[in-house]
């Protein structure tokens, strides 16, 4: 269930994550071993997928036993939580080969997730984005940050130990602040010289260390569009698995409309009214578009431009 009204893609996630059994070892082979658990696997970072019949997609299920063989070992084995009382079990395929043309022949497609993300359910969504995040963590600390010797996987995934120095490593969160900047009744998006073209959406930077979330959002409206921050509102927050960020939501109120792009981060920018933003949203304005739904730039848009009224 979840805990507010609105939530972005990718949020929602519906396992019991079942963090007091992750260093049981004996109790994960055991759910690993039985009939009545089941798996998901990933490749490169895609989901392996299925069509359902109403022509959507949804997440391809395995046998957990199978993922376990696939996986040859802890290292690339996650244990993703309990669906009530099934253990759900992710597996990190990589290579040329597609598995999908191999040992899973037969029983799904592999994906992008960014391109199927709004055809899934959005709890199948939560579930790979977190699959996702946690493989991306794995590749990118395979060997200990204190003593540089390779780490070994912990706690179904969870964790990464040094058998060296026995440090041990958890996954990481990066939190990054999002924000619709608004003066009066007109919001302000920006672009940057390298998106596609006419793409314009709301600012972001990470949360340095020592920072409040206020803090850093009225920092980056100062850094990248000369802007002074009078006020911070809070919308939702959003897991974002490219690779493991916290999308952090805001409405912030400036104190003018002088903006001023730094030309680094930010080529261009643009105020629009809370009518001229809808038309954004529908795609109405030639030349010019905005995010699509999944991202939340694209929700903090769309809950400030139909502010007390339901959108449409």
């Given at each position: ?10 949020a929602?996630?519906?396992l019991?994550?079942a ?25 490169n ?17 395995l046998p ?6 696939l ?19 992710a597996?990190?395929l990589?290579?040329t080969?597609?598995p ?14 960014r391109?199927?993300?709004l ?17 991306e963590?794995?590749?990118?600390h395979?060997?200990?940050?204190a003593?540089?010797q ?9 964790k990464?130990q ?14 990054v ?13 920006g ?7 006419g793409m ?11 920072e409040?979330i206020?803090?850093?959002?009225a ?10 921050t ?5 919308h939702s ?5 490219y690779p ?15 903006a001023?792009?730094?030309?680094t ?12 933003a809808r ?8 030349g010019?578009?905005c ?6 730039a ?14 449409s």
């Open positions: 269930m979840p805990l507010q009204s609105f939530q972005n893609t990718f929602g996630n519906p019991d994550r963090s007091d059994r992750r260093p049981n070892a004996d109790w994960l082979a055991g759910q690993l071993a039985s009939s009545d658990s089941l798996g998901v696997a990933l490749w970072g895609k989901p392996l997928i299925e069509k359902t019949k109403d022509g959507g997609v949804q997440i391809a299920y957990s036993k199978l993922v376990g063989e996986s040859g070992g802890n290292e690339r084995l996650l244990f993703l939580g309990l669906w009530k009382e099934t253990a759900i079990f597996v990190d990589e290579g080969s597609d999908a043309l191999g040992p899973l022949e037969g029983l799904g497609e592999f994906k992008e997730l391109t199927i993300a055809q899934l359910p959005p709890t199948d969504a939560a579930i790979l984005a977190t699959a996702k995040s946690m493989f963590w794995r590749r990118r395979l060997f200990c940050a003593c540089g390779p780490s070994d996987a912990k706690d179904g995934g969870w990464r040094c058998p060296s120095c026995l440090a041990e490593h958890f996954p990481r969160t990066d939190p602040v999002i924000m619709l900047a608004v003066h009066g009744d007109r919001c302000m998006v672009r940057q010289e390298m998106w596609p073209k314009f959406s709301a600012l972001a930077g990470f949360l340095e260390p020592g409040s206020e803090e850093a959002c920092r980056e409206l100062a850094e990248e569009a000369g802007l002074k009078v006020r911070v509102r809070y927050t959003q897991p974002w698995p493991s960020s916290l999308m952090i939501g805001l409405i912030a109120e400036v104190e003018d409309d002088d001023r792009p730094d030309q981060e930010l080529s261009e920018v643009r105020w629009f009214s809370r009518a001229e038309a954004l949203i529908r795609g109405e304005i030639e010019v578009f995010p699509q739904p999944m991202a939340i694209h929700q903090l848009l769309k809950a400030w431009a139909f502010e007390g009224e339901a959108a």
